[in-house]
């Protein structure tokens, strides 16, 4: 094992992660940006669908044409589209502004989905480390944690001062700064001379596409694990869509730093609490089990406190198993998918299941919210959520 190689690609793997996270300048204002621009619960939700249905069907061509043409250039070409799709963002004033915003930021976002896990797994095995990634996905999950607890803190204030519009600004300069660094940062480690032959990474990109849908059918593990992130999907993303605007109605605020400080803080906490829990628990079913039950179960107490301090608890508490999910996804993929060449490729279509659940659970949950209200979406999603992972694993234990 190289050792000193596998640190420069950690340091620079590291490096990516927060610089990346501009994005969350725009956290904790998203929602609310849409709602004052006149925007009801269905066509907020609609807007965001628009994301999850472009990441639908770009995620596996850009993960093909990152595993054919090289992980880096997917990844810093995300970053200048996802500059693009912020200032439109900012400049938008109406419904189709923002779905042309969010169609772009999908294709952005499914260039950036996987490659640079891709292209750090594949370097680490080229240097002798071929499993066991759990720490460095948690370790990179909490330096991106601490990246958006600033920034969301940040753009929250500046939202609150300056307009729910200028973090979209911001966050766009950001991004195509980050993407001028990351070319420069990216090159200790990149991608094979291979790439640079034209004709055979086109045949590549065809053949990748057909053979990452192989490899996660043949492996019934991996399959599981996509199913159950599936599951989970559905339940979090109404709950990342409408928190902030059930905080408003509830506390007569648009000032949101507080609570995106406890929720950042709880996803830093469940990230550094994973390596011990897989210490504990080593099966993965009984990995997720746990974690998609904590989720469902905090799901449906959120919106039952009336209290500031025990709805600000329950959400604190609420993240901290999400801040264990994706560290967990991360390291499970990287250790169950063996070929190199098309790990982008299945981390793509990973996304792109990933993506379909939130669509779906965003669809039904704002036509719910629109009828029902807040409180009894989130009720009824957490509630179908816990039965549905229950039943998914056992069923799966059986087979």
Known sequence: MDEKKIRRIVIAFY????????????????????????????????????????VFFFEVPTGSYADAFGHKKSFVAGLLIEGVALLIFFLGSGFW????????????AALQSGSLNAWAINKFREYGWRKGYTKLFSRAFILERLATLVLAW??????????LSMPFLIAGMMAFISAI??????????????HLRSTRSWQEFRSNIVQGRKIIVANERLALLFGVCFLISMMVQPINMQWSVLYEMRFFTTDLSVPVFFQVLGTILGAGL????????????????????????????????????MFMAV???????????????ASWVGELVEDD???????????????????????ISGFWAQWYGIKLTWLAIGGIGIIAIVLFLVISRRK
């Open 15 to 54: 490096i990516a992660k927060i610089l990346s996270m501009h994005i969350t300048l725009t956290f904790g204002v998203y929602a609310l940006m849409l709602k004052h621009a006149g925007l009801n619960f269905i066509e907020m939700n609609a807007v965001n669908v628009c994301f999850m249905i472009g």
């Open 97 to 108: 502004h923002y779905v042309l915003a969010e169609v772009t930021a999908a294709f952005a």
């Open 154 to 163: 940040l753009g929250a204030k500046i939202g609150f001062y300056f307009g």
């Open 181 to 194: 660094i990351m070319w420069r940062v990216l090159s200790n480690g990149d991608d094979s001379v291979q």
């Open 274 to 309: 994973v390596v011990e829990f897989c210490r504990r628990v080593k099966s993965m079913i009984m990995q997720l089990m746990l974690v998609g039950l904590a989720i469902g179960i905090t799901i449906t107490a959120i919106p039952i406190p009336e209290d500031w301090g």
């Open 315 to 329: 959400l604190f508490v609420h993240e901290i198993p999400r801040g264990m999910l994706m560290p967990l996804q």
């Open 341 to 363: 060449k098309r790990r982008a490729t299945v981390n793509s279509y990973f996304g792109m299941f990933w993506t379909l659940a939130a669509g779906a659970g965003l669809i």
